[in-house]
């Protein structure tokens, strides 16, 4: 098992890293790739150290599978050129999520529908992950009409420069300016750039990636929001159904529901956070309660770690189940 990881000295392909060692993914060889920048770099994995290759080189190698976390456009010009050579490519980016060609998969939801056929495979975005985990078994259950969700982002997902302008703002230090204002003590009503109709693009991945995964009959209403924190995001979430539900069994559903976590006892103060999600590869959800002002309608919080199942182990789920089920 021939494996390579592109874009392996940034946030997430660090963290990409770590879970295929922490899963006991079954390389063989290992390849980390980056940027010509980053040629002869050095990472570590299964306790050896690697040097970084170029892309070039990285394909003339035939990974059997590639697993790509370096931005929209070296996706775009060199997951087809992998591709060509035999090569798997699972990619984080949102390079190809909106393909109508390419298969957009959450493994707790629909993995079923890939197959050996599928050479460019898109992880969808880390929010609509941690969402769809938390509601596609309530929708299995009661049919979801709408969806209301205010997201609450970590900095992590702009990547390190965001890290690095929070912390030096935090010294009293001058940053470099990756978002358009300050960060700390701050919330930014702006993930990625606005598109005409007044949504970011963030807002409407989250619209347009529930039709392509789960139903493209529920209507959602999405505001994304940059928040000083590591560890995760939170998601406010409401969902109107189309019949009546039971509080007991919503808790019941997500209980025994795939990749997630019930943490739901207000007496004990117990609710999903950041700091408590951080490193995990769970969604977390708690605050499940009635929305008195409209009928059939429920809130929820949901909290997940933005770099590991919203995108690292997402990804190496996905890879996984085309390992165990011989499609690579």
């Not at 060692?21 to 002869?40: L, M, Q």
């Not at 050129?81 to 390419?102: C, E, I, L, Q, Y």
């Not at 769970?282 to 933005?306: C, H, I, K, M, P």
Request: proline share 5%; aromatic share 6%; glycine share 6%.
């Amino acid at each position: 098992m021939k494996v390579a990881v592109v874009g392996a000295t940034g946030l997430v392909g660090r963290k990409m890293l770590q879970v295929l060692e922490e899963r006991g993914f079954p390389v063989t060889e290992f390849i980390p790739v980056a940027s010509e920048r980053s040629v002869g770099k050095e990472v570590e994995f299964k306790g050896s150290v690697y040097k970084v290759i170029g892309m070039e080189r990285a394909v003339e190698a035939r990974p059997r599978l590639a697993i790509f976390s370096a931005g929209g456009s070296v996706s775009l010009e060199w997951a087809p050129r992998f591709a060509a050579v035999g090569t798997t490519v699972v990619d984080n980016s949102s390079a190809w999520r909106a393909d109508p060609g390419k298969k957009l998969v959450i493994p707790e939801i629909n993995a079923s529908v890939l197959t050996r056929e599928d050479k460019i495979i898109a992880n969808p975005n880390c929010s609509t992950i941690q969402m769809l985990v938390a509601v596609a078994p309530l929708h299995k259950r009661y049919g979801i009409k709408r969806i209301i969700v205010s997201t609450y982002q970590s900095i992590t997902g702009t990547g390190v420069k965001a890290v690095r302008q929070m912390e030096a703002e935090r010294a009293g230090a001058v940053a470099e300016r990756i978002y358009p204002h300050p960060i700390d003590k701050n919330c930014l009503p702006q993930c990625d750039s606005f598109t005409d109709n007044g949504y970011t693009k963030e807002e409407m991945k989250l619209v347009n990636e529930t039709h392509k995964i789960l139903d493209d009959s529920i209507q959602v209403s999405a505001t994304a929001i940059r928040v000083p924190v590591v560890g995760g995001h939170s998601e406010s979430i409401n969902l109107e159904f189309a019949s009546d539900f039971d509080l007991d069994e919503v808790r019941a559903i997500l209980r025994g529901a795939e990749g997630v976590v019930l943490q739901d006892d207000p007496s004990l103060a117990l609710y999903p956070m950041p700091i408590t999600a951080n490193d995990r590869d769970e969604v977390f959800v708690g605050r499940v309660r009635r929305d008195f002002s409209r009928e059939n309608s429920l809130n929820l919080w949901v909290v997940a770690d933005n770099l590991r199942k919203g995108a690292a182990t997402n990804a190496i789920q996905i890879a996984e189940y085309l390992h165990a089920h011989s499609l690579l």
